[in-house]
């Protein structure tokens, strides 16, 4: 199995079953175990802010996730159909009067375990987040 | 494996002993909850004993955080002890290594206390 696209459900469980369909293709493409906690984290992250920031648990909402793979790569996207946002302006998490904040670091977690992150958002129209983990990872 | 936690007093120290998972939706609450309970029970000196944590997300990282200024603004201190690798490199990764006093040894820690 080296591709997925399905369209899952708006709840926390689609998290748990999300990164255990990314971890079986990043596992098959040769992702060493290290590599794997660092991707299935960003997915974890990503789905998280999907259903839960995105779709609003919508039961009317799906969660898009397409899994790809290179020679050297795999490529995860996590589509929601939420009402979007303006990734430019969320607060700095590392700021020193942000650093007791309770929430607000995940998107932080993600760029520092995956390759590339790119996130795609308009309002009205959903986030889309591609992220990219080489199988010789350097993140 | 979900979160579980139990709770030994040595002195006037509470030492909570956390293994399993703390994510979003397991075993998250539960943690909340515990701390509200140390505080309510007039706990100051708390240790949260992360040696058998597996997994955290940044989720659990923002529990930790909410339960670090639950006991701050009720006069109190949390500690951490026992940092797996993976939590250390996410605390390491928040900036928040630098926010907890963090110990890995028990002793240690609670003689931080004195």
């Known amino acids: ?139 | 494996m979900s979160l579980k936690l139990s709770t030994r007093q040595v002195g006037d120290v509470t030492i909570v002993d956390a293994a399993g998972r703390i994510t979003l939706g397991e075993g998250s609450s539960a943690f909340r909850d515990l701390v509200k309970d140390l505080i309510t029970k007039g706990s100051k000196k708390v240790i949260l004993n992360l040696g058998e944590i597996s997994y955290i997300d940044s989720s659990g990282i923002g529990e930790l955080v909410s339960s670090f200024t639950t006991v701050q603004n009720a006069g109190g201190q949390m500690k951490l002890l026992n940092l797996t690798k993976r939590v250390k490199d996410l605390l390491q990764i928040t900036k928040l290594y630098t926010v907890f006093e963090v110990f890995e040894d028990e002793a240690a820690s609670l003689a931080s206390f004195k």
Request: proline letters at 3%.
């Open chain 1, 1 to 139: 199995m080296g591709h997925i696209d399905t369209f899952l459900e708006s709840s926390l469980d689609t998290v748990d079953l999300a990164e255990e369909a990314v971890l079986k293709v990043a596992k098959e493409a040769g992702l060493q175990e290290e590599g794997r906690y660092e991707l299935g984290m960003a997915v974890r992250e990503i789905m998280t802010n999907a259903v839960v920031h995105g779709n609003r648990y919508s039961l009317n909402k799906k969660v898009h996730l397409v899994v790809s793979r290179e020679e050297n790569a795999v490529i995860v996207k996590i589509g929601d159909e939420g009402d979007g946002y303006t990734p430019d302006c969320q607060p700095d998490p590392l700021a020193e009067e942000n650093l007791l904040n309770q929430s607000g670091r995940g998107m932080m977690i993600v760029r520092a375990f995956v390759d590339e992150v790119l996130v795609t958002s308009e309002p009205r129209r959903g986030t889309e987040v591609t992220m990219r983990k080489y199988l010789q990872s350097e993140a």
